[in-house]
């Protein structure tokens, strides 16, 4: 949950994390239960620190896509159940624009080629002619969903992004695939590859440096082209994989190259989070969007270039 001001003062930001069984993914089920178990409990909190009340509540935002559904559902459902009782406005939000939108409010970027990385997103994208275009993006697996699978293989304690993350500073490079076709990547055959090498000994520390800086060459690589491409001389990086030190100095040494500058999300707003969603709501809102109770929908695949970006002219 997240509560914040029209002008971007950040009043509460609080959740409540699912952490999977080890040795296991995300069980959408267990996600779900989580959601219903500790939803209300967690709006309560955010309202305490917020100081203030649900009827004070000007807006009701809510993501509703793309993501898992069984958990998107409870989020809705909570929502709409606030809207009509408080009748308090509702709007829903995409979850990979807000990723987009709280960046660029906490880094202070005008107009960025975007970077967003997560469990369950890789994408290059650019606002283009009202919309958030994607220019490249993972073909099969998300690069956080293959770090998490690296850290299961290895035996790290959920997240293992910053736990493979450390082990690769002491590292050295063993040759690993390297694969982009056009601005597109795939992750799929660089991770089988990895998971090969663990279970024949190679040194683990050898194996997260190598998967680091092969995976985060590609990133760059398509990030640059569509820096070119857009002729923009900004990129921001969002999403969970985007606190890395070691990726946000490759970006930040291939921006100096260009003039551009660069900027990343800091740990706090890079993950999940529900200040996202309560601030793209307000510029949705505020564009003109808004939506009805009995119209809203669950859209599990809803992509960043389908959405309409009314707030930027």
């Known amino acids: 949950m997240g509560i914040i001001t029209d002008e971007g003062k950040i009043l509460a930001s609080e959740k409540s994390v ?21 939803s209300i409990k967690v709006l309560k909190t955010a309202l305490s620190k917020a100081k ?14 793309p993501g898992l559904p069984p958990c998107l559902y409870v989020g809705s459902t909570l929502a709409r159940y606030l809207s009509l009782k408080y009748k308090i406005p509702f709007v829903q939000v995409n979850h990979c624009v807000a990723h987009i939108e709280i960046g660029k409010l906490t880094t ?14 890789t994408q290059v994208i650019a606002f283009v002619e009202g ?9 099969n697996i998300p690069v956080g969903n293959a770090f998490d699978v690296l850290a299961r293989e290895l035996n790290l304690q959920m997240p293992g992004g910053p736990k493979i993350e450390k082990l690769a500073k002491e590292g050295k490079y063993l ?14 055959g660089i991770l089988t590859k990895v998971v090969k090498k663990i279970k024949e000994g190679i040194n683990k520390k050898d194996v997260c440096y190598s998967f680091q800086e092969t995976c985060f060459s590609m990133l760059t690589e398509v990030t640059e082209r569509a820096l070119a491409h857009t002729d923009k001389e900004e990129v921001l990086l969002v999403g969970g994989v985007a606190v890395n030190k070691r990726l946000q100095e490759m970006v930040e040494i291939m921006c100096k190259e260009r003039g551009a500058k ?6 706090e707003y890079s993950g ?42």
């Open 18 to 38: 699912y952490v999977p069984k080890k040795g296991h993914g995300i069980v959408p089920r267990d996600a779900r239960e989580n959601h219903i178990k500790n």
């Open 52 to 65: 203030t009340k649900m009827k004070d509540v000007d807006l009701i935002a809510v993501s509703t896509g």
């Open 108 to 121: 202070k970027a005008k107009d960025p080629v975007v970077l967003y990385l997560s469990g369950g997103n």
């Open 131 to 139: 919309k958030y275009r994607v220019f490249g993006e993972t073909m």
């Open 175 to 188: 040759e690993l695939p390297y694969t982009i076709k056009g601005m597109d990547l795939s992750f799929t």
């Open 262 to 267: 660069s900027y990343a999300v800091i740990g």
């Open 272 to 313: 999940d989070q529900g200040l996202m969603i309560a601030w793209n709501g307000i510029l949705a809102y505020k564009s003109g969007q808004k939506a009805k109770i009995e119209d809203s929908k669950i859209r599990q695949k809803w992509r960043t270039d389908e959405v309409d970006v009314t707030w930027i002219r």
